[in-house]
């Protein structure tokens, strides 16, 4: 049975003219307005107009702090993210979690309302502990905040500890926290406040030998591909490792008929000890600042940053990797670069010279600009919207590292109807970006190569890796593919509509 | 008290079993067994009362309720999330609320737009940052027709006058600045959020719009938020049975049908939980009639269309006739189609709105039976409205845990569920086929006549996806 959904209904007769007959009722303007509009803001008046503002953000690439720290939370066995504050924002998270990775996302609030909000929190924690230790039976339970409770200032500390004495909670249970106010930072912050917060409450005087593993800190990583490539890795070169916060089986779970709680994250007992291992490497820099300063400081051994996206990156994770280890890069490694690098020249001639925009987070932005320039591509705009001081002199660095980073111009705090000035008055022919993202390439035509967060509207990019050797291939597959995809849609009708490219 | 009601109460005794004493005592009073009839009087259940902390409740708040429910979707206005990025962030473009426009240009309802507030804006106040912010966005879109501010947590908190900026803006700009108070502290789940922005409709457009004429058969459709185009698949029928809809109330609206709905003979009402306060204000104050009516399934809307028609002369009376006539064979062919298919198979509905109950109906045209049924942020007259429609024993829930929904699944075991994108994946890992029933799972229309061959589509590859069968290898 023929039967039609909103893709096809609406574009029927009977649904044009009722469209054409409600105008009577909308007062829109004149479609000769709408076009004159329309035209205005393509050219370069409208631009500096765009860029002058100051106090409104238009489609921002940009979400808020307990995003960041219930992300970083559930990477942990049997750890309940919790969230002291407004019922709202946590349906928010599990629903934008949930719209990324098609999983399930569970995160406790202890749902506060304007009592809360003129007496304080208190017996909303209370409460809230007692009621989500008793029903989900978590070996830790996360606690994070909205800027609700951070704007009436409620002390989680002095919360927590009531509640141990009161007896809701048992005196051992794992309860750490961080202050992660939405006004302050983006969920990259979240994320590294919660992980220091979990670190350091429940590392903390446990310091003994160390051992030969090394810590991995993946960041604000939303690819669980990268993960298990991590994982595969090491195990490679025989590495052995914690991955700290691994979201991997939180957010890629194996269909067994049986909903689990808790289907995986890094085990209490690794991440307890994890202050003895002999290295901590993290593979986002500016999604764990302070987790990575206070381990510098407190743990007393060796740290490294450093993001595998691109070959030069890769290799250079690989020799720090080797040198903190002291391993040797095996065959089957080198043997994945060569074919990483045989792919890169194999379709370098489609992607040669296409000038990129690109939007996005900073780390994944510093990985993918360059990546393009080792393929020949020229970064135009790149824009930024979490992006700080440090992130824009990093990037300006890596730019001018390369006669392919000439054109490249980075926009912190900018958003993406700032991209879209740019992209009209300097047109690019290619945008990477997350889904909403697409919005530009229907206002511009430019095609879009979804790499980022969030990607709600195609399924399945998050489980393959973009890190490592394994991920150039992956990012050369998305990107050519994607040109030559465009290339047939343009010449379908033409003698160049080629069979062999 | 019969045998099916004791039997539910049993089970939900068990499942409330898990909870601390206090929990346990107050979501008992949320969680009932089904008498139609209404004489049990533990049979019906509390709501629109705090969630309790820490069970999970799968409720939003305030500003979901205006800004995600009831302004955002009307196009010609820019809407702005005014506060911290998060809220705005989380609610772009996911109700799928479709419209027609250019978009940036003359439209705004794909766009997120936020003054993204700082430090500073806690410490120091939003006020003065807003105030340039609308005038910067009127100087970038200068077709809009009017500006929302959809105020997140902290603007109440700190004690912003939202309404002075709008005040001294909308007389600056000569456009409607609507201040909408919509904490997401505020009340107890969306509900109040849409009580509050019907309360700002009412004071800051409603009889501001311009209409040339009226006819006598002028009608609003109000609570349609044209989600997949469900209001565009309802006001066919409404025009085809020679009704003039002049509003559409907030599914591809525009300020100006906001402004004249109060021209309308008789306002129909289809998710009562959250405008009927709207309708109700202009029953009062113009006179209006209104009523109610559910366009899901042929049963309901064919019962439906006569109930509108009622309010009108003959001519509209034939009409009605003359369209049931006319679709009723289409109707007919897709329950012929499908109803083998989905014979007998029970359904457990979590939704919010209008859905727990207004699609009882196209379940049951469909041969299946609905043997849960629960809403997020129900009032008592939506619970009312509920029970005559429900099997005796059927399982009530308002305001159900993530725990509760998983036990109720493990012990009615349905063959679908029907819910949200949070619940959506725990049902794929358990196996149970899964349907969203607010965004209609990105497909849609279901409202209407089109939209039943849709919705009876849709659920036919729910229950009967073979990818269910290849969870357990079969040995």
Not at chain 2, 116 to 141: N, P
Not at chain 2, 152 to 173: N, R
Request: charged residues 25%; glycine residues 8%.
């Amino acid at each position: 049975m023929k039967i039609k959904d909103h893709n096809e209904l609406f574009q029927q007769k009977e649904y044009i003219e009722q469209f054409e007959r409600k105008k009577e009722f909308e007062n829109c303007p004149s479609d000769e307005e709408v076009n004159k509009i329309a035209e205005w803001t393509k050219t370069e008046e409208y631009k500096e107009l765009n860029f002058k503002r100051q106090h409104i953000k238009i489609n921002p690439a940009k979400a808020c702090q307990p995003l960041g720290a219930i992300f970083c939370a559930s990477g942990f066995e049997g750890t309940m993210p919790f969230i002291q504050g407004a019922q709202g924002c946590v349906a928010y998270f599990r629903s934008h979690l949930s719209r990324h990775f098609k999983e399930p996302f569970a995160a406790i609030s202890t749902s506060m309302t304007e009592d809360a909000a003129v007496f304080g929190g208190l017996h909303n924690m209370i409460e809230g502990l007692e009621n989500a230790y008793t029903l989900y039976k978590p070996k830790m339970l996360a606690v994070s905040t909205t800027c609700m409770t951070e704007v009436i200032g409620d002390d989680l500390n002095a919360f927590i500890k009531q509640a141990r004495e009161k007896g809701v909670i048992p005196e051992d249970l794992l309860v750490p926290f961080a202050h992660t106010p939405s006004f302050v930072g983006s969920y990259i912050t979240g994320y590294d406040n919660m992980l220091k917060g979990i670190l350091s409450k429940i590392t903390s005087g446990k310091k003994a030998e160390q051992n030969d593993k090394i810590n991995f800190i993946m960041g604000f990583n939303t690819y669980t591909g990268d993960y298990f490539e991590l994982k595969r890795l090491m195990n490679m070169l025989g590495v052995k490792y914690t991955i700290l916060a691994d979201v991997s089986n939180i957010f890629d779970s194996p269909n067994t008929g049986e909903y689990k709680l808790y289907p995986g994250g890094t085990p209490l007992d690794d991440t307890i000890d994890s202050i003895n291992s002999m290295a901590t490497f993290a593979l986002q820099k500016y999604s764990t600042q302070k987790t990575m300063e206070y381990i510098a400081k407190q743990w007393n051994h060796k740290t490294a940053v450093a993001t595998p996206i691109g070959i030069k990156n890769t290799d250079s994770f690989f020799d720090d990797i080797c040198s903190i280890a002291g391993r040797q890069i095996p065959k089957e490694i080198e043997d994945e670069r060569g074919r990483a690098v045989d792919a890169m020249i194999d379709s370098h001639p489609y992607v040669h010279g296409k000038r990129f925009a690109l939007v996005g987070d900073p780390d994944i932005l510093i990985g993918l600009v360059s990546f393009l320039m080792e393929m020949g591509g020229i970064p135009v705009h790149i824009v930024c919207t979490i992006g700080d001081k440090k992130f824009e002199e990093d990037m300006n660095n890596l730019l001018n590292s390369s006669p392919f980073g000439v054109e490249g111009k980075v926009y912190i705090g900018k958003d993406m109807w700032h991209l879209r000035s740019l992209m009209f008055t300097e047109p690019v022919d290619l945008l990477i970006g997350n889904s909403y993202a697409k919005f530009l390439w229907g206002d511009t035509g430019t095609p879009l190569v979804r790499i980022g967060f969030p990607l709600f509207d195609r399924h399945h990019l998050h489980r393959y890796p973009i890190i490592g050797y394994q991920g150039v291939i992956n990012l050369v597959n998305w990107i050519v593919n994607t040109i030559l995809d465009e290339m047939d849609r343009k010449t379908m009708n033409t003698t160049s509509f080629d069979v062999i490219r | 008290m019969s045998t099916a009601i004791k039997d539910t109460q049993k089970m939900i005794e068990e499942v409330l079993d898990a909870y601390p004493e206090k929990t346990k005592k107050d979501r008992a009073k949320h969680l009932a067994a089904n008498d139609p009839s209404g004489q049990c009087g533990s049979c019906q259940v509390k709501s629109n009362v705090k969630s309790r902390p820490g069970v999970m409740t799968v409720r939003g708040c305030a500003y979901a309720g205006a800004k995600g429910v009831v302004w955002g979707p009307v196009k010609d206005q820019i809407t702005i999330s005014h506060g911290p990025i998060g809220c705005g962030q989380y609610s772009w473009w996911s109700r799928r609320n479709y419209y027609n426009g250019k978009t940036g240009i003359d439209t705004f309802g794909t766009m997120h737009i936020t003054t993204d507030f700082q430090e500073k804006d806690i410490v120091y106040g939003g006020d003065k940052g807003l105030y340039a912010a609308i005038h910067e966005l009127k100087e970038l879109f200068p077709l809009a027709k009017g500006i929302g501010i959809l105020s997140e947590c902290p603007v109440g908190l700190i004690g912003d006058d939202i309404e002075a900026v709008a005040k001294k803006t909308a007389k600056e700009l000569g456009i409607p600045v609507v201040p909408v108070r919509c904490e997401g502290f505020r009340g107890v789940s969306q509900s109040l959020g849409h009580h509050i922005a019907n309360d700002t409709i009412r004071d800051y457009v409603l009889g501001k719009g311009k209409m040339e004429q009226e006819t006598p058969y002028d009608v609003a459709l109000i609570g349609d938020y044209n989600i997949g185009g469900d209001a565009w698949a309802s006001r066919k029928m409404l025009e085809e049975m020679g009704l003039r809809v002049i509003a559409q109330w907030t599914g591809d609206a525009s300020i100006n049908e906001m402004g004249i709905a109060n021209k309308a003979k008789v306002n129909l009402i289809h998710c009562y939980r959250s405008m009927n306060y709207i309708c109700r204000h202009m029953e009062e104050t113009y006179g209006i009639p209104w009523v109610e009516f559910n366009f899901f399934g042929p049963t309901k809307i064919y019962q439906s269309i006569r109930k509108i028609a009622s309010y009108f002369d003959d001519k509209i009376k034939e009409n009605a006739e003359k369209i049931i006539e006319k679709y009723k064979p289409m109707m007919d062919s897709v329950i012929e189609h499908f109803k083998p298919r989905l014979e007998g198979k029970k359904v457990m509905l979590y939704v919010g709105g209008l859905r727990p109950r207004h699609t009882i109906g196209a379940y049951e045209d469909l041969g299946m039976e609905v043997v849960a049924s629960g809403y997020e942020f129900g009032h008592n007259d939506d619970y009312k409205r509920t029970y005559p429609d429900m099997k005796e024993g059927a399982v009530i829930m308002d305001d159900a845990t993530l725990y509760e929904l998983e036990e109720f699944t493990r012990r009615l075991r349905p063959d679908m569920v029907g819910s949200g994108i949070k619940e959506k994946y725990s049902y794929h890992k358990m196996g149970v086929p899964f349907r969203q029933m607010h965004s209609w799972d990105y497909s849609g229309p279901y409202h209407g006549f089109d939209g039943f061959a849709v919705f009876a589509r849709d659920m036919d590859m729910t229950v009967n996806s073979p990818t269910w069968d290849l969870i357990r290898r079969k040995k």
